[in-house]
């Protein structure tokens, strides 16, 4: 642990990213596309979730992942900017413990199989959650269409969960995707925190490690959730720019003067 950890007499990094799932902080906005990734993953659908860089989609997925039971649920979790198709098979079928067969056409059956026969002989669903959506290629976007067009909509064995930044959805209102965009079920926009879940936010970041006194007073809260507009991960990089800045001082206490300066010094674009 470094040294001004100690200062302040931290069990732990606050604003770090290993903080464990069930120490969270839920924010209404967080609540909400918790609970619409379950909806989706638990009825078998397609569902759309965008949201800012940093605003929490990943550690969202992250969390669904731990909240669906084993026993009903096999969770695949794909992120590569450069998916291609083949690539898609590949990777969700390694991770249901196949050897992919070499062809793309191949291993698209054998996925579509292995499917049927954790839904029929094991009642398993399959979720597919697919990070920075808003990078794939228009191949993979049109493979998505054939994913969800199984048994000619009869029926479905397979959840799909597109994970991106918000320009996802313009991406997607193009007119070559529009036969994607009339398949998908649910779509959610992850807001960023408001100014007194942000307050809460940090309050409950230094809480876990051990902090009863107010380290930031409300001004300097205002200030950060003014300047990253509630995404977690800029509150995070400033909290912890701000704690440095304090120790250096041998300060106690983060004021809007503080947070000022530290925004000019390390975050002016």
């Known amino acids: ?64 992942a731990t909240e669906l039971s084993p026993a009903r649920y096999r969770v695949l979790y794909v992120s590569d900017s450069q998916l291609t198709p083949r690539n898609f098979y590949w990777e969700v079928l390694h991770q249901l413990g196949y050897t992919p067969h070499f062809y793309r056409g191949d291993a698209k059956r054998q996925f579509h199989q292995v499917l049927e026969t954790l839904q029929e002989a094991e009642n398993k669903t399959v979720v597919v959650i697919v990070d920075e959506a808003h990078l794939l290629a228009k191949e993979m976007l049109e493979e998505i269409r054939f994913l969800t067009n199984f048994r000619m909509d009869s029926f479905s064995p397979l959840s799909l969960i597109l994970l ?35 307050c809460g936010y940090i309050a409950h970041h230094l809480q876990v490690v051990g902090v009863r006194n107010p380290l930031f007073t409300q001004e300097a809260m205002g200030v950060i959730q003014e300047f990253t507009l509630g995404i977690p991960r800029k509150v995070n990089n400033v909290c912890t720019a701000c704690l440095l800045a304090a120790y250096q001082q041998r300060r106690q206490l983060i004021d809007d003067h503080l947070v000022h300066l530290v925004l000019e010094n390390e975050f002016a674009t």
């Not at 990213?17 to 967080?30: E, I, K, P, T, W």
């Not at 918000?166 to 007119?175: A, M, N």
Request: glycine letters at 10%; zero cysteines.
């Open 164 to 198: 991106g930044q918000t320009e996802l959805r313009r991406i997607l209102q193009v007119q070559a995707y529009e036969a994607i965009v009339q398949r998908i079920n649910v779509r959610f926009n992850l807001p960023g925190m408001t100014r007194e879940e942000t």
């Open 1 to 64: 642990m470094g040294m001004f950890e100690s200062y302040f007499g931290f069990s732990q990094t606050p604003f770090g990213r290993d903080l464990a799932v069930q120490n969270l902080y839920v924010s209404q906005g967080y609540q909400e596309f918790l609970s619409r990734l379950r909806y989706v993953a638990e009825r078998r659908q397609l569902g759309l979730f965008t949201g800012e860089s940093g605003s929490g989609k990943t550690t969202a997925a992250r969390v669904l």
